[in-house]
């Protein structure tokens, strides 16, 4: 088993057609994972998340200007239950140094 802290996985730029980011917020740096996403992922790739509502919130404005910040265009999000999904498609926009928060509140 190969341990990685995903802020530096181990694959070529552009080589993944998806990512899936499910319950992966939780650490400090987690923007960090989501910068090494738009890495990973080709233009037109695809992230989905999956996180608590109570973490990242479901307001459709708020996530797409975040996401938008990280080099993604927003396509939908859902709520189920306590959990937000959210898909995202990589645009050929370059992440923005400064990024608003994915998380509601610091935690």
Known sequence: M???DIAA????DASAD??????????KNHADYVRETHRILPV????????????IGSDEARLRDVLSGFGFDLYRVQVEG????ARAVKSDNAPRD??????????
């Open 98 to 107: 400064v990024t608003a928060p994915i998380k509601l509140r610091a935690q």
């Open 44 to 55: 037109e790739g695809h992230l989905w998340l999956c996180e608590p509502t109570s973490s």
């Open 9 to 12: 996985v181990p694959l070529d």
């Open 82 to 85: 306590q959990f937000t999904f």
């Open 18 to 27: 998806i990512a899936i980011l499910s319950l992966a917020l939780m650490g």
């Open 2 to 4: 190969t341990v990685c």
